[in-house]
T-cell receptor, first 110, second 111 residues
Framework: DVKVTQSSRYLVKRTGEKVFLECVQDMDHENMFWYRQDPGLGLRLIYFSYDVKMKEKGDIPEGYSVSREKKERFSLILESASTNQTSMYLC?????????FGPGTRLLVL | KQEVTQIPAALSVPEGENLVLNCSFTDSAIYNLQWFRQDPGKGLTSLLLIQSSQREQTSGRLNASLDKSSGRSTLYIAASQPGDSATYLCAAEKYGNKLVFGAGTILRVKS
């Protein structure tokens, strides 16, 4: 079974803090994705990566950056957290056309 | 820009009913259409994937259809069970690995 894990299930941070969300997959997939999910808006793509050190902006990259130093790990960084970044963050990896999702990190920015 | 809409936003049915969830998309130039299930507080699980050249896919009690010309897909659930209660999301993929998701339909099956 494909396993995608995320470092935290719940996080509470203060406005202005730097926040790291980590995602690890165990299947050597090349493609990895970060989404945020908000009520009524569905999932929106923040960034994705085709391979190590490769990244591409999604639909809502503003206020975020990413890092992919190893194939199995894809990190989402909030350089200076703001209250409008309170959301559910979902990571996924992809094999052929199927995306495999992690359990999500619910982030609250106060 | 691709937009994906799901109707209804929420649905409550008694156990045993057959039901249909609807998904519409604005750009018919899609690579595939996917249906996912999400349980509360959890990630998404892939249910069915329909290639652009296909009309439907089936898995157990689930059947998904695709009509590209009208920009619609439906997910049919037969003989619903309480364990089917979840949020169901559809997503359209254009070339380039990007999925565009609908907001989902929250399904509750009452026992």
């Amino acid at each position: 079974d494909v396993k995608v894990t995320q470092s935290s299930r719940y996080l509470v941070k203060r406005t202005g803090e730097k926040v790291f969300l980590e995602c690890v997959q165990d299947m050597d997939h090349e493609n990895m994705f970060w989404y945020r999910q908000d009520p009524g808006l569905g999932l929106r793509l923040i960034y994705f990566s085709y391979d190590v050190k490769m990244k591409e902006k999604g639909d809502i990259p503003e206020g975020y950056s990413v890092s992919r130093e190893k194939k199995e790990r894809f990190s989402l960084i909030l350089e200076s957290a703001s209250t409008n970044q309170t959301s559910m963050y979902l990571c996924a990896s992809r094999l052929q056309e199927t995306q495999y999702f992690g359990p999500g990190t619910r982030l609250l920015v106060l | 820009k691709q937009e994906v809409t799901q109707i209804p936003a929420a649905l409550s049915v008694p156990e045993g009913e057959n039901l249909v969830l609807n998904c519409s998309f604005t750009d018919s130039a899609i690579y595939n259409l996917q249906w996912f299930r999400q349980d509360p507080g959890k990630g998404l699980t892939s249910l069915l994937l329909i290639q652009s050249s296909q009309r439907e896919q089936t898995s157990g009690r689930l059947n998904a259809s695709l009509d590209k010309s009208s920009g619609r897909s439906t997910l049919y659930i037969a003989a619903s069970q309480p364990g089917d209660s979840a949020t169901y999301l559809c997503a359209a993929e254009k070339y380039g690995n990007k999925l565009v998701f609908g907001a989902g339909t929250i399904l509750r099956v009452k026992s």
